[in-house]
């Protein structure tokens, strides 16, 4: 069950779900301090998930530092792996059971496939301009094999990957920040995977079970994870769960205007850190960047919240250029 306030009407839920596959880097810190003023300027209830479903990339020395380094920086959350809370386990690792209850109710309704195609093949085939999450456009080739193709299939060793039968009409939602959208499925990606054929659980279906199961109302993300909503959408109507809202929010650029991203390791925030940069600092600069601080002084994210509103964040993404780095340090 969502949360529910003291006086009756359910407060908004939000979540930050962190990939623990390196250390917070000023990027991950600018999504999660914009995404926690969003819903704590609300009064919101903030879940931590940790996104550690990727059993390759995954680090569980990753996700303690993450959990460290987003509290030092001055964040807080009310439910979560450090702190517990109704809705746990908050380890994706650990919720395989709601993922596995999700595709055999989509298996019953007939809305997921077997796909026993390899990367190769996919590769061969690709010939749509958009990509799936694994970077291979899918043409649908599984779609229609029949119960004793499949069946055939298996016996001989292929192992198989699930996808989900996407419908064709358009997936349309209001964006908080960036108003209506519009994605057609089928053009974009195609039948998407929810389960790889190692067994590993797509991001696309963790995602969606979670934020259905944990009562989250409003999600805020960056916006290269815009695709990833239809689908997301997608899924959480067939299976009877109240879609969020959605606010994407624009992104962190380096000064070459790439996403900042873990492989920036300078700007990990431990290493800020161990170079004396404080938290009150960072968020001074972000802020600054976000539009909230206009002569970027020194604060904390509690400072900011009485001032803060979503409409004031900026509509495009932003740079963070060398002197801004230069201006961190003491
Ligand atoms: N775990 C994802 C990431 O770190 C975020 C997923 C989401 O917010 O839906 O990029």
Same mark, same amino acid.
Not at 79 to 83: F, K, L, M, S
Not at 136 to 155: D, I, K, V
Not at 324 to 328: H, K, P, T, V
């Given at each position: 069950?969502?949360? !529910?306030?003291?006086?009756?009407? %359910?407060?908004?839920?939000g979540r930050? +779900?962190?990939?623990?596959?390196?250390?917070?880097?000023? @990027?991950? +810190?600018?999504?999660f301090?914009? %995404?926690w003023?969003v819903?704590r +300027?609300?009064? @919101?209830v903030l879940?931590m998930r940790?996104?550690?479903i990727d059993?390759q !990339?995954?680090r569980p020395?990753?996700a303690? +530092? &993450?959990?460290e380094?987003l509290?030092?920086?001055?964040?807080?959350?009310d439910?979560?792996?450090?702190?517990g809370g109704p809705?746990?386990?908050?380890e994706?690792s $650990?919720? @395989?059971?709601?993922?596995?209850e999700?595709?055999?109710?989509?298996? %019953?309704?007939?809305?997921?496939?077997?796909?026993?195609?390899?990367? *190769?093949?996919?590769?061969l085939?690709?010939?749509?301009p958009?990509?799936?999450?694994?970077g #291979? /456009?899918?043409?649908?080739?599984?779609?229609?094999?029949? #119960?004793?193709?499949?069946?055939?299939?298996?016996?001989s060793g292929? !192992?198989? #990957?699930?996808?989900?039968?996407?419908?064709?009409?358009?997936?349309e939602f209001e964006?908080?920040l960036l108003g209506?959208?519009?994605?057609r499925?089928?053009?974009?990606?195609?039948?998407?995977a929810l389960?790889r054929s190692d067994?590993?659980?797509?991001?696309?279906?963790?995602?969606?079970?979670?934020d259905?199961?944990?009562g989250?109302?409003?999600v805020v993300?960056g916006?290269?994870?815009?695709?990833s909503?239809p689908?997301?959408?997608?899924?959480l109507r067939m299976?009877d769960?109240?879609?969020?809202?959605?606010?994407?929010?624009?992104?962190?650029?380096?000064?070459?205007?790439q996403?900042l991203? *873990?492989?920036?390791r300078?700007l990990a925030? $431990?290493?800020?850190?161990?170079r @004396?940069?404080? /938290?009150?600092?960072?968020v001074?600069l972000l802020?600054r960047l976000?539009?909230?601080n206009?002569?970027?002084?020194p604060?904390?994210?509690?400072?900011?919240l009485?001032d803060?509103? &979503?409409?004031?964040?900026?509509?495009?993404?932003?740079?963070?250029t060398?002197q801004? &780095?230069?201006?961190?340090a003491?």
């Open positions: 069950m969502p949360p !529910r306030g003291a006086d009756g009407p %359910a407060r908004i839920c930050l +779900a962190p990939s623990p596959t390196g250390y917070a880097h000023l @990027g991950n +810190a600018w999504a301090l914009l %995404a003023l819903v +300027a609300r009064k @919101g879940i940790m996104e550690d059993p !990339r995954s020395e990753f303690a +530092a &993450l959990l380094d509290r030092w920086l001055g964040l807080d959350w439910q979560g792996p450090d702190v809705l746990g386990p908050y994706q $650990r919720r @395989g059971a709601a993922y596995a999700t595709l055999t109710r989509l298996d %019953a309704a007939g809305l997921i496939y077997p796909c026993f195609c390899t990367r *190769k093949e996919l590769r085939l690709a010939a749509a958009h990509v799936d999450d694994a #291979a /456009p899918y043409p649908g080739t599984c779609r229609e094999l029949s #119960a004793a193709q499949c069946e055939g299939l298996f016996r292929r !192992r198989a #990957a699930v996808r989900l039968r996407c419908p064709s009409e358009p997936i964006d908080a209506p959208q519009s994605f499925l089928d053009e974009c990606g195609g039948d998407f389960r067994g590993v659980v797509a991001y696309q279906l963790a995602v969606a079970v979670d259905a199961l944990m989250v109302t409003l993300r916006r290269d994870i815009l695709p909503t689908r997301q959408i997608a899924l299976l769960h109240a879609v969020p809202t959605y606010a994407h929010i624009p992104l962190l650029l380096d000064c070459e205007g996403r991203a *873990k492989r920036h300078s925030l $431990r290493s800020l850190r161990e @004396g940069v404080t /938290p009150q600092r960072i001074g802020s976000a539009g909230l206009p002569h970027g002084v604060v904390s994210p509690a400072e900011l009485p803060f509103a &979503l409409e004031r964040l900026p509509g495009t993404d932003r740079r963070v060398d801004d &780095l230069r201006q961190l003491p």
